[in-house]
């Protein structure tokens, strides 16, 4: 059974940091792309960053500098750095993941989500 377990959130002033990890189980084959999305109080789950298998990043604008995304792939786990955090970046942030089903088929999974809170 796939899971995809998110944890490091908590509360942080502004200007503070935070690193949240997303480890993904229960795939023989591993896992492909994965990703952060975040969702705010009254606003639509929006994408974070995301990376490929092989390491390509891409990031929301209004993160790019600040936040980072990696991936162990021995351990099936993505992190995110995030530093210089503000109010806006208040949210239930969610991991995503293709997880391998065989050789030539993926899925796509989402974790519960882990609380980040950031106070002015």
């Known amino acids: 059974q796939v899971q995809l377990v998110e944890s490091g959130g908590g509360s942080v002033q502004a200007g503070g940091s935070l690193t949240l990890s997303c480890e993904a189980s229960?795939?023989?084959?591993?896992?492909?792309?994965m990703s952060w999305y975040r969702q705010a109080p009254g606003k639509e789950r929006e994408l974070v960053a995301r990376?490929?298998?092989?390491?390509?990043?891409n990031y929301a604008v209004s993160v790019k500098g600040r936040f980072t995304i990696s991936r162990d792939n021995a351990k099936n786990t993505m992190y995110l750095g995030m530093t210089s955090l503000t109010p806006e970046d208040t949210g239930v942030y969610y991991c995503?993941?293709?997880?391998?089903?065989?050789?030539?088929?993926?899925?796509?999974?989402w974790g519960r989500g882990t609380q980040v809170t950031v106070s002015s």
């Open positions: 995503n993941a293709d997880v391998k089903q065989s050789y030539i088929r993926s899925e796509n999974y």
């Open positions: 229960g795939s023989r084959f591993g896992v492909g792309s």
């Open positions: 990376i490929t298998s092989s390491g390509a990043t």
